[in-house]
């Protein structure tokens, strides 16, 4: 990161000083300014367009996929289909960010490398290859064919995030 305000929000942004909260700690109430500030200003209405019919469309296009994913994860394990996590969008609005629940309902991670930030040297030293011990069977494979992102369309419908392209490999 170049940028020295980015790394400057990142470490002192609602996140936490890593850039990661749990995921069922819930963001405070209101807006955060200076967090994700866009100097354009609004989004323009046909990028809004775009991000309507092209999400509409691959939803449409994609619904088989997301009822046979629901059907396994509720076959393979109780709890939720989706999960739920507040998010900073456009202009530092908070929003609920939808993905497809991936691990065991309800486990907290007991041990340390689960604890330790993604990106971090010492969770990949610690982390055992392969799938995780709080992920299912299942929701490995759909992390890894990123199947478990799709619910996000429905975030692009509403309005709560813009279509950019495709992600990176990591």
Do not use: C
């Amino acid at each position: 990161m170049r940028d020295p305000e980015a790394r400057r929000v990142r470490g002192t942004g609602p996140a936490g000083p890593n850039g990661q909260r749990p995921a069922d700690e819930p963001l405070p109430e209101g807006r955060y300014p200076g967090i994700g500030r866009v100097e354009t200003g609004e989004t323009s209405p046909l990028k809004r367009l775009l991000d309507i019919t092209v999400g509409g469309l691959m939803i449409g296009i994609l619904w088989p996929v997301f009822a046979l994913a629901a059907l396994l994860i509720k076959m393979e394990s109780p709890g939720p289909v989706l999960i739920k996590q507040d998010r900073v969008g456009l202009n530092g609005g908070a929003f609920r960010f939808l993905k497809f629940r991936t691990m065991h309902h309800n486990r907290r991670g007991s041990d340390l490398a689960e604890r330790l930030p993604t990106g971090d040297l010492m969770r990949r030293l610690l982390s055992p290859k392969g799938r995780p011990p709080h992920a299912t069977a299942i929701g490995w494979s759909l992390r890894k064919t990123t199947v478990d992102e799709l619910p996000q369309l429905v975030n692009v419908v509403k309005g709560d995030m813009s279509l950019v392209g495709p992600r990176p490999d990591l």
